[in-house]
């Protein structure tokens, strides 16, 4: 077994001044503990870490050991309450498991369920290889950073605005489209509004071009019932509200005038 | 440094710059060598100027300097491949130009009317600035709505000689659909 | 057309779009001209990227098409104009971005099985804002996630032409490590 060769290690900057308390091979000072977790991206880095800086094979872990200084350091950063990622604690069960079951004797008949430290070790490899392929992946040339891309503006050159085109079959289409819209609407609109104040208004008007003021009263003709009268009043409301017509009165609960805006 | 180095990157340098760049500006370039000198670059561009002949580019002195920029002779080509793809009218300008060209004259609430729903003022002024649709009077009611009707040009561009061209509306359903429309006219 | 105005045309257009050009896109160029042929414009391309040994830039072609570059050579010398600080990016934003890479196409979920932690929502969201990636369909288990991919856009910024041109991944030596383990759980 080689030991721990923590003077090839990158972290070695963190590792001076250390309490006599830690673990021997952890070289790491309590305020340098967030740091030196925030530098390892999942409990697999971490093992990974644990397993490069003792120059193991990662086919051919001490389980034990590597267990072992995988909880110190687990334990370490719980004991200075650090939140830890629920994935770390995971991890932590898992290598349990595998030294408890790697201590027990195989029975033959288990053959066929997966060797947990086989799991382990495949996974491993896995990260192991992404890990590599990020950091190639960074190492590629890429655009900003080493290559500089050529452009010419092309602001001198006019570029045209063509217009739509239509068919007029497209105008077809439209035009039967709208009116079976059309005829799907209407009896609707008949049955909801017997007395349009659409009409109305145009009556109302009507009746505004002969004289210059009309009493309000006289608009409100009652033949037609509330009805009427209502919807008279909201044609009436809606051309004020249009600029169409305005309202006079002589002085406070004088009778109302009408007029017609004429248009010039 | 080696005077085809030195072109090398006047060129690069011309390209990244996002204006024209004079000569003591590309002097910088060259700080830490002593030999290179305004004349040096003047005569690493001027062969510069030459490698780009007969390309579709070339390297022009302007007011403030160097610059690259497209030949004269290529901008018909890109100028057209340029252009974005036109538009598409709105189902809702279709229909309101199809009432316009088969109830002409017509107003806007007439128009309104019939597709249940407002028309737009755009809408109308994208037909009236493409001289599709002409306003030809005002109708004698409160108001004075304005009258739209198909202009020339209308007829043109869809290949008709009259509006007696305008293709019938033929099968029964579109003649209920005819009837629909005088219907929902009279009413408004 | 003349061979050396398509090839005058071809340049120039490359130069002034704002991304690299494929053939089909070139192609547009020459709409009127029924005599002019991808192969045609293959060969203009070879030619013009001749046309640039020696100087300052080069023409490359990427995954999505065509696009001029400052010779990699001649970068040093513009350090001093190119002062901005590129971007780094964070190791888990590599990761994932080398697992959909690599593996492609992959969920949330089997990213987050590699990589032993959870990919947060900002790391997707960067990446596919960057339109690195893009989600090319959903796999057909409960909850649908969705499956990512890498675009053509992650390729020319990484200077590539097919994922191919990805470096290989690290030897996996799968089947020998294997049989290693078996031989070391044995003595164990």
């Given at each position: ?41 999942g ?7 644990l ?10 872990i ?19 309450k650090l ?6 604690l995971?991890?932590?069960a ?20 997966e060797d ?26 890429r655009?900003?950073?080493?290559i ?6 092309h602001d ?8 739509p085109?239509?068919?007029l079959e ?28 659409r ?10 071009q ?54 010039t | 440094m ?12 011309i390209?990244?710059?996002?204006e ?42 302007v007011?403030?300097?160097?610059r ?9 080509s ?27 004259p ?15 003022t ?7 600035a493409?001289e ?15 009258l ?41």
């Amino acid at each position: 077994m080689n030991e721990p060769h923590t003077e090839k290690n990158p972290l070695t900057i963190i590792v001076k001044g250390l309490p006599t308390e830690l673990p021997h091979d952890l070289y790491i000072p309590p305020d340098a503990l967030e740091v030196f977790l925030e530098a390892f991206e999942g409990p697999l880095d971490l093992l990974l870490y644990l397993i490069k800086k003792q120059n193991l094979d990662i086919l051919d872990i001490p389980m034990a050991k590597i267990t072992l200084q995988y909880q110190e350091y687990i334990n370490l950063m719980q004991g200075l309450k650090l939140e830890l990622a629920a994935e770390y604690l995971l991890m932590s069960a898992m290598l349990a498991e595998i030294k408890s079951r790697l201590l027990l004797p195989r029975p033959v008949s288990e053959t066929s369920e997966e060797d947990p430290r086989m799991t382990l070790i495949k996974r491993l490899k896995e990260y192991e290889q992404f890990k590599k392929a990020a950091e190639d992946l960074d190492s590629l040339p890429r655009v900003d950073r080493d290559i500089q891309l050529v452009h010419i503006g092309h602001d001198n050159i006019p570029v045209e605005r063509p217009l739509p085109t239509v068919k007029l079959e497209e105008l077809m289409t439209a035009l039967l489209e709208v009116l079976s819209r059309a005829k799907l609407r209407n009896p609707h609109l008949i049955e909801q509004e017997p007395i349009s104040v659409r009409a109305r208004m145009a009556s109302v008007l009507e009746k505004l071009q002969t004289s210059d003021f009309v009493p309000f009263q006289r608009l409100l003709a009652q033949v037609e019932g509330k009805m009427g009268v209502v919807v008279t009043f909201i044609a009436i409301l809606e051309l004020l509200k249009q600029s169409a017509v305005e309202i006079v009165q002589q002085q406070a609960y004088a009778p109302l005038h009408v007029r017609a805006i004429l248009s010039t | 440094m080696h005077s085809n180095s030195i072109k090398a990157t006047l060129e690069a340098a011309i390209f990244i710059a996002d204006e024209p760049l004079s000569i003591d500006r590309l002097l910088e370039l060259f700080e830490d060598d002593q030999a290179v000198t305004p004349n040096i670059i003047r005569e690493a561009l001027a062969t510069l100027q030459k490698d780009y002949d007969g390309h579709g580019i070339e390297l022009c002195e302007v007011a403030s300097g160097y610059r690259f920029q497209v030949r004269v002779d290529v901008v018909p080509s890109l100028s057209k491949w340029l252009q974005e793809r036109p538009e598409k009218y709105s189902r809702s300008l279709l229909e309101t130009l199809a009432l316009i060209a088969y109830r002409q004259p017509i107003t806007r609430a007439d128009i309104e009317q019939v597709r249940g729903v407002a028309v737009s003022t755009q809408t109308i002024k994208t037909l009236m600035a493409r001289e599709w649709i002409k306003i030809t009077g005002h109708r004698d009611v409160p108001g004075k709505p304005a009258l739209y009707a198909t202009t020339k040009k209308f007829l043109d561009y869809f290949d008709l000689k009259s509006l007696a061209d305008l293709p019938e509306l033929l099968n029964s359903q579109e003649d209920e659909g005819a009837k629909q429309l005088e219907l929902s006219l009279e009413e408004s």
